[in-house]
């Protein structure tokens, strides 16, 4: 991971305040709920968060600061006597590793002496450079175990209805995830636990479930409405009166006023996918769309010579 400091754009000056604010910014804008179906912006998301754990906390703030642990949260480990390490030797490539070290009174550069002096390296500073302060010191931070994500295409009948689907995961699990009436299409399940382990005793990670419905033949799903392109008679358009609409629950009779033109549309109340999580049940968009016969009729095109001569108008008028 890159350094937390980076991934929320702030200096190591910045206050607790500030820190908090540059998280609660980015993690609106990459959170998966505002981001759905973007792999992209979920990892960002889960790379704002870790950061914000190391750096909204003091002291794991403090214990990067000075080192002790890196931008995972995970302790650094020996570096052991080389040129990096804690006993560095003089320019020549000799000199004693204890030169700069404050010895006590009893000799020894650890802990105090026979005077009771204190010198500049406790001896438990010294086990802890190789790692002897416990084994807790080289166990790795505790990590909640990272989501894994899946998608499961359902008919829009099993989204009207419910109904549950099989789903495999990418860490191997297979999963029957129930799939409730009047879901929304791109709408996330999360399944608790689901993912992939967690570290240290930590939590698992959650399994996200994006749920897709399957294109229909002539029914479009918007959100919790439906539309549909509903062909009608040259003579229905003109004369009016009433036409069967097919909706998700059975054909519905529906009036139309005479002189309707094509591609007007006309609404139907609660006939779109039913109420689901709070949200009332969504509507029928129904768009007109005027048929002319299949066969050709003399008798219709003698009728529509005549009007072009008698009766003629420009539908157009209105595009300038």
Not at 80 to 101: I, K, S, T, V
């Amino acid at each position: 991971m890159r350094d937390p400091y980076l991934v929320l754009g702030i200096t190591k000056s910045a206050t607790a305040d500030e820190v908090k604010k540059a998280f609660r910014k980015l993690a609106k804008k990459f959170h998966p709920d505002q981001n759905t179906g973007d792999p992209k912006a979920q990892e960002k998301f889960a790379e704002v968060s870790s950061a914000y754990e190391i750096l909204g906390d003091e002291k794991k703030r403090a214990q990067f600061d000075r080192g002790e642990i890196d931008a995972e949260g995970k302790p650094r480990g020996f570096e052991g006597f080389g040129a990096g390490g804690p006993f560095r030797r003089g320019q020549a490539g000799g000199g004693n590793p204890f030169e700069h070290f404050e010895f006590n009174a009893g000799g020894s550069p650890f802990g105090q002496g026979a005077a009771g002096g204190r010198g500049g390296f406790d001896a438990s500073d010294f086990f802890d450079l190789f790692g002897g302060r416990g084994r807790a010191r080289q166990q790795q931070a505790p990590q909640r175990g990272k989501d894994v994500e899946q998608s499961v295409t359902i008919s829009l009948s099993d989204a009207v209805k419910g109904s549950s689907a099989r789903v495999s995961l990418p860490n191997g699990k297979t999963l029957d995830v129930a799939i409730p009436a009047g879901i929304e299409d791109g709408k996330q399940i999360r399944l608790k636990g689901q993912g992939h382990p967690g570290v240290g005793g930590a939590t698992p990670g959650d399994a996200m479930i994006t749920v897709k419905i399957a294109r229909h033949p002539y029914f479009r799903v918007e959100g919790q409405d439906v539309r549909l392109d509903l062909p009608i008679a040259l003579y229905e358009a003109v004369l009016g009166g009433k036409v069967q609409v097919p909706t998700l629950s059975g054909k519905v009779e529906m009036s139309l006023p005479a002189g309707t033109n094509g591609g007007k549309t006309m609404r139907l109340r609660g006939k779109g996918l039913p109420a689901s999580e709070g949200k009332a049940a969504g509507d029928l968009l129904v768009t007109l769309r005027i048929m002319l016969p299949d066969q050709p009729s003399a008798e219709l095109e003698e009728l529509m010579r005549h009007w072009a001569v008698n009766r003629s108008y420009d539908p157009r008028k209105d595009l300038g």
